[in-house]
């Protein structure tokens, strides 16, 4: 019985980490008016981070991250943003001098992000933080109710 009970709690947790993720999402990200301009890359810089992907064995393989940095201008001012990619291939990256779709708040131009995030992950997010707060909900009564069982 406690062992229901403490994965009912470690699934509540999981699932109001994932509606506050979801909420700071949506709230940095989705609200703001995004305007789309080409820019340049500037500069590539490989990353001391290194990760394997997959399960161990024979289908897990190294990846590398690279940070990229690109150049765009609105209304002639010029900005940089630095995004880090993480590819099994980093040449295949963007290469330096490669053009960009580079997506930017409108309200603050400096803020720049090659793909900003959609709203249906958003709403996964919601959505699975929602189900597994009901999860917890439904094992803490499962939990009482054998709990009270003569």
Same mark, same amino acid.
């Given at each position: #019985?406690? &062992?229901?009970?403490? $994965? ?7 699932? #109001? ?12 990200? @989705? $609200?703001? *008016?995004?305007?789309?301009? *080409?820019?340049?890359?500037? @500069? ?9 992907? &997959?399960?161990?064995?024979? +289908? ?30 980093? @040449? ?15 309200? *603050? ?18 959505? =699975?933080?929602?189900?597994? #707060?009901?999860?917890?909900? =439904? ?7 054998? +709990?009270?069982?003569?």
């Amino acid at each position: #019985m406690k &062992g229901l009970w403490f $994965l009912a709690v470690i699934l509540a947790i999981l699932g #109001m980490t994932s509606c506050a993720y979801g909420g700071y999402t949506y709230s940095t990200a @989705e $609200l703001r *008016d995004w305007g789309v301009v *080409d820019g340049v890359v500037i @500069e590539r810089v490989p990353t001391q981070k290194s990760f394997r992907v &997959g399960s161990r064995g024979a +289908k897990s393989k190294p990846v590398d991250a690279v940070r990229i940095t690109y150049r765009y201008s609105i209304g002639g001012k010029p900005y940089t943003v630095q995004q880090t990619h993480v590819s099994s291939n980093p @040449e295949a990256s963007a290469q330096i001098g490669a053009r960009r779709r580079i997506h930017y708040d409108r309200q *603050d131009p400096s803020y720049g992000v090659l793909s900003p995030p959609s709203i249906a992950f958003i709403i996964l997010l919601f959505v =699975a933080g929602l189900i597994l #707060m009901a999860a917890a909900g =439904a094992m803490l009564l499962i939990s009482r109710a054998i +709990k009270r069982r003569p």
